[in-house]
Nanobody, 110 residues
Framework: VQLVESGGGLVQAGGSLRLSCKVSGMVFNANGFAWHRQAPGKQRERVALILSGGTTDYLDSVKGRFTISRDNAKNTVYLEMNSLNVSDAAVYYC?????WGQGTQVTVTS
């Protein structure tokens, strides 16, 4: 199983980014996926979850700003992030079951 994230980068506060996670080595449409993040000195937290049927769940602090989605035809999970603030800066990881990607860095400047 391989999860490869992309789309991170540097953005000003109030800006947007879209993260992508390309998945291989598993039956994509039968699995749920999540995005986690970890900032230096902070605990890792689950940001968003999408189940195989499309049900989603979000960390309270990102509700209304972040949207998780999936494209079963492309074996890809997305995280659309809008109205970013400095507290969103972290390494973002795509996960499923016990598998984690390598992470993609999101930096937000004020």
């Amino acid at each position: 199983v391989q999860l490869v994230e992309s789309g991170g980068g540097l953005v000003q506060a109030g800006g947007s980014l879209r993260l992508s996670c390309k998945v291989s080595g598993m039956v994509f449409n039968a699995n749920g996926f999540a995005w986690h993040r970890q900032a230096p000195g902070k605990q890792r937290e689950r940001v968003a979850l999408i189940l195989s049927g499309g049900t989603t769940d979000y960390l309270d602090s990102v509700k209304g700003r972040f949207t998780i989605s999936r494209d079963n035809a492309k074996n890809t999970v997305y995280l659309e992030m809008n109205s970013l603030n400095v507290s969103d800066a972290a390494v973002y990881y795509c996960t499923t079951d016990v598998y984690w990607g390598q992470g993609t860095q999101v930096t937000v400047t004020s």
